[in-house]
């Protein structure tokens, strides 16, 4: 039971590539959310999904787009990189009917 | 969801207890309490949550006031390991959306 995965743990992007976070996890999880965390910071939410096929906007959602393809995965994309993005991300998946949230290891970016 | 206010950081020394204040005065009826660390870099790690009750698990005790205006996590006997940011969220148990992280408490256990 893997739990929360997330690829790649690791990126490094030019201001105005494109990349794409991905957010696995194998708990048959209906609720899933993306997270940033800046040094110092509290995490900041980006985007949620409550469900397959439904996304939805958090607190700093600018510069993001997100996907629920499959109620296994969800996505973060990043269409045209800036170095206000570098910042660690985590991904989170709950299920329906507890509140408790399972974090990814996080996803280091850096952009330059 | 309501917000909370907590201190931006705690010490205390191993083998203690720490006792860290959560503030959540607009907090409603259906809203829970809970309560996540994270380690280092890692991500965050559940702990406990509770409603109005005082809650205790292997980890951890929650000790809400009667009128839940406030709450404390206690780590009964605290070592290196729990070192970490601990964060207080306060939201409804079900069909809650957003899930929002204040700043949390920079916990450091002294040897």
């Known amino acids: 039971n893997a739990g929360v995965t997330q690829t790649p743990k690791f990126r490094v992007l030019k201001t105005g590539q494109s990349m794409t976070l991905l957010c696995a996890q194998d708990m048959n999880h209906e609720y899933m959310y993306w997270y940033r965390q800046d040094p110092g910071m509290g995490l900041r939410l980006i985007h949620y999904?409550?469900?397959?096929?439904?996304?939805a906007k958090g607190e700093v959602p600018d510069g993001y787009n997100v996907s629920r393809l499959k109620k296994q995965n969800f996505l973060l994309g990043l269409e045209s990189a800036a170095p206000s993005q570098t910042s660690v991300y985590f991904c989170?998946?709950?299920?329906?009917?507890?509140?408790?949230?399972?974090f990814g290891e996080g996803s280091r970016l850096t952009v330059l | 969801d309501a917000k909370t206010t907590q201190p931006p950081s705690m010490d205390c020394a191993e083998g203690r207890a720490a006792n860290l204040p959560c503030n959540h005065s607009t907090i409603s009826g259906n809203e829970y309490v809970y309560w996540y660390r994270q380690i280092h870099s890692q991500g965050p790690q559940y702990i406990i949550h509770?409603?109005?009750n005082n809650e205790t698990n292997e980890m951890a005790s929650l000790i809400i006031t009667e009128d839940r205006k406030s709450s404390t996590l206690i780590l009964p006997h605290a070592t290196l390991r729990d070192t970490a940011v601990y964060y207080c969220i306060v939201r409804p148990n079900q069909g809650a959306q957003k899930l929002v992280f204040g700043q949390g408490t920079r916990l450091t256990i002294n040897p």
């Open positions: 509770g409603l109005k």
């Open positions: 999904s409550v469900g397959e096929g439904t996304t």
């Open positions: 989170a998946s709950r299920p329906t009917v507890t509140g408790e949230l399972f």
